[in-house]
């Protein structure tokens, strides 16, 4: 008797199904429209207050989404809430470019030609500090060398450089290296076979 109230425990929905689908629903719905609303920065993790601001915001709304429900039947059914809603708003975006830009925004460039867009800075409320830092993760030692960066909708940085990379021109030589071999020996093949 004792190991089925534990198993009837650790199973039953103190509350209604459909309040356990609707929760996970709301609570997802509405951390999409703050994450839109308080901008790219919040997805970039730039700086440790972000990171602290995303790891609370989950325990935050933890409760929101299980409600006094902690059976092993509420988590799977929020889970699955939270997946099936996840899986829908994927497909949708998927299928409509305009409601994709108006709910992810656009890329901000924040530098063009070497040159720093101040106000795109300000508007995405980083330093000038941070987005140096951005660039020296991608190899560059100041802005001077940066075609563009730009801050992507979903929070990443795309930086583009002037001229190639070192890795680039050696890439460049070494095709050029197989080209010319690949021509000699198509040379050779052509030759008759001295007897």
Known sequence: MLHLDFLNNMFHLPVPIVEKLLRPVIVYLVLVV???IFGKRELAQLNPFDLVVLLSLSNTVQNAIIGDDNSVTGGLVGAFSLLGINWLVVRVLFRSGK???LLEGHASVLVRDG???QKAIDR???SREELLEVIHRQGFNDFHEVRMCQLEPNGTFF?????PSK???RHEEVVARLEALTREVAKLRRQPAAE
């Not at 930086?159 to 001229?163: C, G, K, L």
């Open 34 to 36: 703050l994450l839109r």
């Open 99 to 101: 409601l994709t830009r």
């Open 115 to 117: 040159q720093l867009d």
């Open 124 to 126: 995405e409320m980083l």
């Open 159 to 163: 930086v583009e450089a002037f001229d």
């Open 167 to 169: 890795d680039d021109k």
